[in-house]
Structures are given as structure tokens and as C-alpha cells.
């Protein structure tokens, strides 16, 4: 464990310095997020090669496994400012004791997962009306990819713990290499050794526990002891995760009513919906990246009792989250103007998406203002209060998109619906921030 008493406090002033710290956690953590969706791609191409068969059976994989471990993001989310501010308060035994918490729930959780994953891999392909065509292939991928399940979440976890100790870049190495390995595995395994999609599944069961072992032995001086957790931090952290899992469920919960709004309107706006929505999420990496600083940075500087340099930490990050939303919006407004060559979709499909592009670039920096917020009450461990404002958010979006749904052809009122997630969500935030002049005054 690094001595953390010669960790010196963030206590100096001047919005460069800031800048600094800021660039210093985000860009590391902006590749690190943009290096799954980049994998996932090159592995959808690996596959794609197999044909459309198991391209298919791939697909209905990753919509099981997005769902199956949204759930465990609170692993990153909690661990991160809970570390944070421990290790701004030069606390290593609780540092230590949460990384033990985290690492020891994401075995248990991981083990129960890829149980439920294996066992019941009939049932869940099932649900999803997998194609018998692809069925076989699917059912293959979704037992040998199983295995893989604690992985994910030590993983998960342990991004957590490096982002609290105030370190991006390590996590970034070790998503590089692990995916490097992903991509060597695919190529030998898939076609060099003729697995199939088989191969593809191996590759990266084989990848995830490369990564998570790595993981483990570089934060071996905080878990190998298994420090025993104190029953009211561990209460903490589990009330993270509840309120944490309430929060992403309400927001995942619009998104999904968006979607069968969209569906129902026809096959088209569906496909119209979905580019949209994937071109506004992958963007969204961007501010995600600022979100993850300012978990870092706020949680630790709380944990330094340092409340003025909160402050100005939180206006400069307001600041960046309004400046690359800006930006975002005039990428969406350019990509509006080159859909059909760029995704080769039909007349029909390009004059829906472009028909609400404007009104997702115009929110674009109010959703740019709101992920760092996100980011910086995550920091602050307002769990309870981002799950409740959340589950308001939701239930209005939703209200939205019901209340329009069936009224239009086209896909305004959905994208209206989604709109109103945003601004609820904003809303408390600004105004918390604005009476008490701080982010820390609710939740220890």
C-alpha cells in the first residue's frame, strides 16, 4: 500500500491547476471507456465473418449481458468516491477495507451471476425470442461466456479503486493489453483453430481473467490481508449500491420506453431511434470522462475537509461539461448531414433520424452539464439523492412519451420524452448546488 501521508492535499489555487488535475484523470479515462465499444466492434467484425447466422447470435448475447450487468455498476460507482475519500482523509486501513469490500462482493456477485447466467441459459434466450436458426450458436456462446462473469465484475471493481486512488492511467494499461489479448485471441481462435463462435467466447473468457488477475496483483497489498470490514462501512457501501442500482434502473427504464415507443411507430423509426441513440451514447464518452474526474477529484477533496477547492473544482468542470456538450452538438448536427452515406440506411430512416438531430444537439450541453454532475455527486457519495431524483426523472420522461405516444409519425415526442429525463435530472442538481454552495450537505 502507498504511503499515503506523502500524498499531499490538492490545495492549491488557480483554475490551470484545476484544469490540470482534471486532464489528468479524464483523458486516461476517456480511452479506457472508448476502448470496449471500440473491442466490441473488431469482435462484431470477427464474427460477422461467420456469417449472419452468428452475427445474429452474437447480438442477442450482448443484449443479455448489457442487461445482465448494468446492475453491478455501483461495483465502479460506490467504490470510486468511497476510496476517494478515504484517501484524501491518508486513511489507508479504509481505503484498504473498501477495496476489500468491492473485490469480495464482485467474487460473490460474479459467482452468482454466471451461475444464474449458465444455468438458465435456455431461459434467457427464450425470453429474448432468439431465432431457432441462431439458437445453437447462442446458446454456446452464452455458457462458455459465463465463465467469465466474476471477471467482469473484479474488473469493474477494481476500476473503482484505482479512480479513487486517484489513478486513470493504471486501469487504461490494463484495458489495453486486455483487449489487445481479445482481439489475438479472436483472430487464432475463431479462424486459426476453426472454433467458431465458440472461439470467439473463449477468447474472451481467456481476456477478462487476464485482465482481472492483472488487476488483483497490482492491488494486492489492499485485498491480500482481507482487512475485515467494518459493519457500518460495509452498511455504507451496500446503501451505495442499492441507491446506485435504483438510479441506473429509472434512467434504463425511459431509455427501454423510449424504445418500444419508437417500435411502435414502425420498423423505420426504430432503426431511426436506435442510430440516434447510439451515436448520442457513444459521444456521450466524452462527458463520461469528466464524470469519472470528478468522482476522483471531489471525493477526495471532501475527504481533505478542502470545501473551497471543491468548489472551484466543480465550477471548472461545469464549465468543461458545457463546453464539450457544445461541441457534441455541432458533431451531431454534422453526422445528421451524412447518415445515409455513413450507415447506408434508407431514404425513409435518414429523413426520421434527421428529423430530431437538432433537438438532441440542442440538449446536448445541458446533458453535458448534467453527466459531470452526475459525476460530482457521485463524488460527493449523494447516492441517495441521484437515486431519487432519478426515479422522479424517469417517471416524468416516461409520462412524456406515453402522453405523446400515438399523437406523431415521426420521432419528436419520443426524443421530447428523453429530453425531459435530462432537465429533471438537472434540475435538483443546480438548485442543491445553489443553496448550499456545496455538493456534501445531504449524505455523509
Not at 470477427?46 to 448494468?70: D, E, H, K, W, Y
Not at 446458446?139 to 477494481?158: D, E, G, N, Q, S
Not at 454532475?373 to 441517495?384: K, Q
Amino acid at each position: 500500500m502507498r504511503d499515503l501521508s506523502t500524498h499531499g492535499p490538492l490545495s492549491l489555487p488557480g483554475q490551470g491547476f484545476v484544469n490540470r488535475q482534471i486532464a489528468r484523470l479524464a483523458v486516461p479515462a476517456l480511452i479506457t471507456l472508448a476502448a470496449d465499444p471500440l473491442v466490441s466492434l473488431i469482435d462484431t467484425a470477427f464474427v460477422g465473418r461467420l456469417g449472419t447466422t452468428s452475427l445474429a447470435a452474437l447480438g442477442i448475447n450482448a443484449s443479455i449481458f448489457s442487461v445482465a450487468f448494468i446492475g453491478f455498476n455501483f461495483l465502479a460507482y460506490g467504490t470510486t468516491p468511497l476510496v476517494a475519500r478515504a484517501w484524501g482523509q491518508r486513511d489507508a486501513g479504509r481505503v484498504a477495507r473498501t477495496i476489500t469490500q468491492a473485490l469480495g462482493l464482485a467474487v460473490g456477485l460474479g459467482v452468482l451471476a454466471a451461475a444464474a447466467l449458465f444455468f438458465g441459459s435456455k431461459r434467457w434466450l427464450t425470453v429474448l425470442q432468439t431465432p431457432s436458426a441462431a439458437y445453437e450458436e447462442a446458446l454456446t456462446y452464452l455458457r462458455i461466456r459465463a465463465m467469465a462473469a466474476p471477471a467482469v465484475l473484479i474488473i469493474t471493481a477494481a476500476n473503482g479503486a484505482f479512480r479513487g486512488r486517484q489513478d486513470t492511467l493504471t486501469p487504461l494499461k490494463v484495458t489495453v493489453w486486455l483487449n489487445v489479448l481479445n482481439v489475438v485471441g479472436d483472430a487464432l481462435l475463431i479462424f486459426g483453430l476453426g472454433w467458431g463462435i465458440a472461439g470467439a467466447a473463449t477468447a474472451t473468457v481467456i481476456a477478462q481473467w487476464f485482465g482481472a488477475l492483472w488487476f488483483l496483483r497490482l492491488l494486492g497489498p489492499d485485498w491480500v490481508g482481507m482487512k475485515a470490514a467494518r459493519r457500518d462501512e460495509l452498511r455504507t457501501f451496500l446503501s451505495a449500491g442499492w441507491a446506485i442500482l435504483i438510479r441506473t434502473g429509472a434512467l434504463l427504464a425511459a431509455l427501454t420506453a423510449a424504445t418500444a415507443s419508437a417500435a411502435r411507430i414502425g420498423t423505420s423509426a426504430v432503426a431511426a431511434h436506435q442510430i440516434v441513440m447510439q451515436i448520442w451514447l457513444l459521444l456521450a464518452l466524452l462527458v463520461d470522462s469528466l464524470a469519472v474526474a470528478g468522482q476522483a477529484m471531489v471525493g477526495r477533496l471532501l475527504g481533505e475537509g478542502n470545501e473551497a477547492l471543491v468548489r472551484a473544482t466543480v465550477r471548472q468542470l461545469t464549465l468543461w461539461g458545457l463546453l464539450v456538450g457544445t461541441f457534441l452538438a455541432a458533431v451531431l448536427l454534422l453526422v445528421g448531414a451524412l447518415l445515409e452515406p455513413i450507415f447506408g440506411v434508407t431514404p425513409e430512416v435518414t429523413d426520421l433520424a434527421t428529423g430530431i438531430i437538432p433537438l438532441v444537439a440542442a440538449v446536448q450541453p445541458l446533458g453535458g452539464v448534467l453527466f459531470v454532475g452526475d459525476g460530482v455527486f457521485l463524488g460527493a457519495s449523494r447516492f441517495r439523492f441521484l437515486a431519487g431524483t432519478s426515479l422522479v426523472a424517469g417517471f416524468g420522461s416516461i409520462g412524456v412519451i406515453w402522453l405523446l405516444d400515438g399523437t406523431r409519425t415521426d420521432l419528436l415526442g419520443i426524443w421530447l420524452g428523453i429530453g425531459a429525463l435530462l432537465i429533471l435530472r438537472l434540475i435538483p442538481q443546480v438548485v442543491s448546488f445553489s443553496r448550499h454552495g456545496t455538493v456534501s450537505a445531504q449524505e455523509p
